[in-house]
């Protein structure tokens, strides 16, 4: 069964960096497949934020690309998200999934319980 | 951007049949996605490729897609089946979009 967890600080201030890491078991990540971050601002729906294949290529949201890097420890089974310059907009549950169409361009079918990180100082 | 529409809520009786859309442009020509949300929890694919199931679904839920509107259908509703429904496409102008979200409350 594949399993996703977040893991990170709960707490970032603003104009610092967000920082999370997805742990991923029950399939390794250099098998194949896209694994993308997408968050939920309390009460408001999912946005995602960008996604990564096992050998590092990445796609991100236009709208904060200027912001995100996504990178993949495949000796780990992870990958992580770095969000810079946060600010209370950027409050939200982050979670991690992956995205089993083969050129990650399909759907979420496993995803991590989701961390909430506020952004405040 | 590629726009998902979703109205906020839907009601239901128990045992009826909810349907729950998804307006895009010509998003007849998508695969369109959906998943459920309960309150605290994350989100679970119930429908990919317009209407495959996954492992685990009941067949009680159902989707389809034509034109310019795309549907979740739940058939013999029950409780359990209270909560907020998403639709997702993948578009080549905006890569991930989902749509607003839909509150099914069952009455």
Redesign the interface.
Known sequence: QVQLQESGPGLVKPSETLSLTCAVSGYSISSGYYW?W?RQPPGK????IG?IYHSGST?Y??SLKSRVTISVDTSKNQFSLKLSSVTAADTAVY?CARDP?VAG?????Y????TLVTVSS | ?YVLTQPPSVSVAPGQTARITCGGNNIGSK?V?W?QQKPG?????VV??DSDR?SGIPERFSGSNSGNTATLTISRVEAGDEADY?C?V?DSS????????TKLTVL
Request: charge should be negative.
């Open positions: 993308g997408i729906g999912l946005e995602w996604s796609y949201n236009p979670y169409a361009t399909g759907y979420f079918d995803w991590g319980q989701g | 951007s695969s996605h998943y929890q994350a989100p679970v694919l990919y490729d996954p998403y997702q993948w905006s890569d991930h979009s989902f749509g607003g979200g």
